[in-house]
């Protein structure tokens, strides 16, 4: 089983729709959270971080946070074209960030 | 304000040869971590330093790699007898204390 487990992309999504995003993790003691951002061929760009049980919104984005189901989620809001980029959730433990795969948004003009 | 600065941005060399890459992180950040990202997957840890020490590394880390920060400042991942499974981007991210892990550009290794 993996570290952190995220919902199988790619995702395509109208402009102005509403992007969903879903992450799973497996340790049960992490405390912090992150979504990042990669655009094809750049690196990895935080967007989002949330600690405690949820919901954390920051403009058009909210992140959810449910530590018993251990599921952690990004809503991004009016979808734009400039949203389309891979989402990674990111599970931190004592130091280290452990990354899903990522899921690749596409936001159809 | 200056973020985590990486060089070069691109290496190509030949299988066996020896690379080093150098990271600066944001100035006040203590901490600095090194990732490998493969095409497709997110961003495996290597190793991080807490100022001038280091004080992990994961198992990926193989013996033909080493890392450095010998003031607690800038650092460096060398990796020497380079294989065609090292090609990958090389990232590196800095924080402060516990906080949120910021990435620069990355380092791009390919292997012919």
């Known amino acids: 089983q993996k570290e952190v487990e995220q919902n199988s992309g790619p995702l395509s999504v109208p402009e102005g729709a509403i992007a969903s995003l879903n992450c799973t993790y497996s340790?049960?003691?992490?405390?912090?959270f992150f979504w990042y951002r990669q655009y094809s061929g750049k690196s990895p760009e935080l967007i989002m971080s949330i600690y405690s049980n949820g919901d954390k919104e920051d403009g058009r984005f909210t992140a959810q946070l449910n530590k018993a189901s251990q599921y952690v989620s990004l809503l991004i809001r009016d979808s734009q074209p400039s949203d389309s980029a891979t989402y990674l959730c990111?599970?931190?433990?004592?130091?280290?960030?452990?990354f899903g795969a990522g899921t690749t948004v596409t936001v159809r003009a | 304000d200056t973020g985590v600065s990486q060089d070069p941005r691109h290496k190509i060399t030949k299988r066996g040869q020896n690379v080093t890459f150098r990271c600066d992180p944001i100035s006040e950040h203590n901490r600095l971590y090194w990732y490998r990202q493969t095409l497709g997957q997110g961003p495996e840890f290597l190793t991080y330093f807490q100022n001038e020490a280091q004080l992990e590394k994961s198992r990926l880390l193989s013996d033909r790699f080493s890392a450095e920060r010998p003031k607690g400042s800038f650092s460096t991942l060398e990796i020497q007898r380079t294989e065609q499974g090292d090609s990958a981007m090389y990232l590196c991210?800095?924080?402060?204390?516990?906080?949120?892990?910021?990435f620069g550009d990355g380092t791009r290794l390919s292997i012919l």
């Open positions: 991210a800095s924080s402060l204390g516990t906080g949120a892990q910021h």
């Open positions: 990111a599970v931190k433990g004592d130091y280290k960030l452990s």
């Open positions: 340790d049960r003691g992490s405390q912090s």
